[in-house]
């Protein structure tokens, strides 16, 4: 039902920023909980933000104070601002669309983000 295509990945430097969006199809966007997550070599996929339907944000320790997640519904996006980063940031980074009511959970293709000097 809905597809996902995230895209700003790159190369930045520590102490650099970038800021990833996530672009959704369908109507229902707006009662979705998104989120990001990302992976890092030899790791499990882990939690790095999400952002309920009212806007309600959960963030990972780790990222607490240097990210943001944001969500536009009127342009079914979501983004993820990213500041000070750090080499432990590097990993593909993915969009997810949860929605416990509609059965939903979606991912996106991911987007590979490498913070080095």
């Known amino acids: 039902q809905v597809q996902l295509v995230e895209s700003g990945g790159g190369l930045v430097q520590p102490g650099g920023s970038l800021r990833l969006s996530c672009a959704a199809s369908g109507s229902r966007f707006s009662i979705y909980t998104m989120g990001w997550y990302r992976q890092a070599p030899g790791k499990q996929r882990e939690l790095v933000a999400t952002?309920?339907?009212?806007?309600?944000?959960n963030y990972a320790n780790s990222v607490k104070g240097r990210f943001t997640i944001s969500r536009d519904d009127a342009k079914r996006t979501v983004s993820l601002q990213m500041n000070s980063l750090k080499p432990e940031d590097t990993a593909v980074y993915y969009c997810?669309?949860?929605?416990?009511?509609?059965?939903?959970?979606?991912w996106g293709q991911g987007t590979q983000v490498t913070v080095s000097s």
């Open positions: 997810n669309a949860d929605s416990f009511r509609l059965g939903l959970n979606k």
């Open positions: 952002i309920t339907s009212g806007g309600t944000t």
